[in-house]
């Protein structure tokens, strides 16, 4: 616990960015800030249009102009490069903002695969901090009210959804503390020490620097809600690189749950943890257990998201409303009319209170991931019997509630004592036009998906071997095949004996290295986000503008290969290519690109064991091998064109059974070709239709189609007669493979 001389809560981005800005210009010595993202172009100041024109990264800039003791130090989580399109570009790619020298931007990339860095926390000269789950960024700014026709909520003209949330403002002494998690970081990340302002200020004059600490940081117009108290700091770190991490976070859920007497109110952007679960389950269990309100976004960010982290939260639910016998436990929405179809109010919140007794705001969501696998900061404070602060906490549940549900706090307040709980309250200050709503339509999933979606909230680091367990069960036929590594082999010369290459163990300790990373690869496509920042129109816009970088040809030629390991639609990166450079060049490109993946595969599989090929393809590929054996470079080329199998494994094969590599590259060439020049046309003429839509060629598109629909069906028909022709040969000793 760290001590508090002043702390106050700030509900919704306009509340938080009007009290940064008051602190940041009292800055004298350093402002730290850490985030899971930040964006120069960040309006912080939207009551007015005049406000409106302060954005973050000039601000920032400016005052590091003013004051050349001001150091600004920006660390941010080095999110994976493909997610950057809807980012803004690095200061050092030269493009966008560009920081003043006493600025200090850099990313942190020490978080384990699949994890991020999420602690959302700024602090000024380790005497007043910020913490909670706003970044500065775009899409965080809103009002309390959260008008659904609000002018100054958009981003480059595009309105966006109202946007809920909390930060936790506090001076002292857990300022401080927060300023050595971030200098920690910074250091972990960067290498570089970082001084406290207080090791600064001593190279200055005596009385300089007694007179900078009598200035408060606090920001002028922020009304204290609390004095004297202390703080509680939990965070959660994952283990790695030998670190053992932190789990503070959920070690204090569980505590916490554990003490409610009467009511757990919580409000979280996601709710999927399974530790926390169980807890608010046994509690349901019990009969004088806490009533529990849940507060939760109605709509997912994408049908990625549906299918993942609103999937799994769906499971939660019905389990705490299958534990609730005693009809305590609520999961609504906040619901506001006039919003726009398919949108809703983004509750991004990531808080907890207890009674009356515990209030905790922080980064950390209600997900497995921000458990033990992103690293996350929560403050928390308890009464421990102070009526000040027990009357505070009422207080910023009313104000929750109150926003929720339309009404004046004094009215909830006043409703919560006279119906005695929070649910009768919710109930009797019902409107149709805002309220809050149960969360009623909850999808059916089968046990299979559940468990194989978990993947995208994992509580700890996943690994390789995690990955095959969640992905490639093992089935009752392979387990025999273990155990009789004959039997299901119908010519004796396939048969391979235990004690040959492989032990007696399965295949998996030779493949886990290849096959798994192609999985996780393919998860990181499949059920993360990814595919919604790779939407076509987002490219095109992109294209165009960095399309004139003199490195960006050769990143462009290069990002086909990790694209063919990941199943990602190549595609895509052709019709980027056609919009930066235009056809010609967009062909070249592309065609270049596709034949460097093509050999890196190639490559791949002649440096892998052949058996081992053999055993990772499997017989579904005996026809992508016997073919190859027999046809050469015609058979190449049909796989290409007509696909029997992703195209890298395709590489991988080639390489393997050692097939001539000017066949194998000339056939890769000439297979592709066809689609090649379709998305080329497809991109020049999506192209054109931007520009001007009556320029548009659609007998160029047709004939296109045409051509490839005839090539198609012409070679698909060859390669099935080919495969079955040399199946009736039969395949002689698999170590030729």
Known sequence: MEKAQRAAFLVDGDDYFRAFVEAARKAKRSILI????????????????????????????????????????????????IFGLDREWAPFYGLGWK????????????????????????????????????????????????SPDNEYRQVKGTAYPPFHDLMMAVEGDVARSLGDIVRERWRKATGEVLQPPAAQRRVFRRKAAAEEMKTSRWPQSLAAHLNDVEVGISRTAPAVNGDPGVREIEALYLDMIAAARNSIYIENQYFTADKVGDALAARLAEPDGPEIIVVLRELSHGWLEELTMQTLRTRLVQKLREADKYNRFRACYPFIAGLKEGTCIDVHSKMIVIDDDLVRIGSANLANRSMGMDTECDLTIEARGRKDIQEQIRGLRSLLLAEHLGFEVQQVSEAIATAGNLRDAMDRLHREDRTLKPLNELPQVSDTLLNVISVADPEKPVGLADLAQIFSPRSPEASMADANPGAFVTDRSEQIEPSEE??????????????????????????????????????????????????????????????????FPRPLITLFAVIAYGPIWGFVIAMTGIQVAAWSSYVAGKRLDPVTVRRMAGAKLDKILQVLRRRGLLA??????????????????????????????????????????????????LSTWLDDPRRINYWAIALVLILLGGATWLVRRWLLSAASTSSRHGVSDPRAV
């Not at 695969?113 to 700014?141: E, P």
């Not at 492989?502 to 030779?510: L, Q, Y």
């Not at 990814?530 to 503008?545: D, P, Q, T």
């Not at 592709?672 to 003429?685: A, E, N, Y």
Request: aromatic share 12%; charged share 20%.
């Open 34 to 81: 850490s985030g899971w993202d930040f964006h120069s172009r960040t309006r912080l100041l939207c009551r007015d249009r005049k406000d409106c024109e302060l954005e973050l990264g000039d601000f920032l800039n400016e005052l590091a102009r003013r004051n050349r003791h001001l150091h600004i130090h920006i660390l941010i989580w080095d999110y994976p490069v």
């Open 502 to 567: 492989f032990g007696a163990g399965p295949a998996w300790g030779k493949i886990a290295g290849i096959a798994l990373v192609v999985i996780a690869l393919t998860a990181l496509w499949k059920l993360t986000p990814l595919h919604v920042y790779l939407e076509g129109n987002r490219i095109m816009g992109w294209a165009r503008e960095v399309g004139q970088t003199w490195w960006v040809p050769i990143l462009t030629v290069l990002a086909f290969t990790p694209a063919s390991y990941v199943m």
């Open 99 to 146: 920081p003043y020298r006493r600025v200090h931007f850099r990313y942190d990339n020490t978080h384990p695969t699949g994890g991020s860095h999420h602690q959302k926390i700024v602090v000024i000269d380790d005497a007043v901090a910020f913490n909670g789950g706003i970044d500065l960024t775009y899409r965080r700014w809103d009002t309390n009210d959260h």
């Open 636 to 685: 190449m080329t049909a796989l290409r064109l007509v696909p029997l199998a992703p195209f890298a494994v395709e590489g991988v094969v080639a390489g393997a059974i050692r097939m001539r590599l000017w066949e194998f590259l000339l056939g890769t060439a000439i297979g592709i070709l066809p689609g090649t020049l379709t998305s080329t046309v497809f991109g020049d003429q």
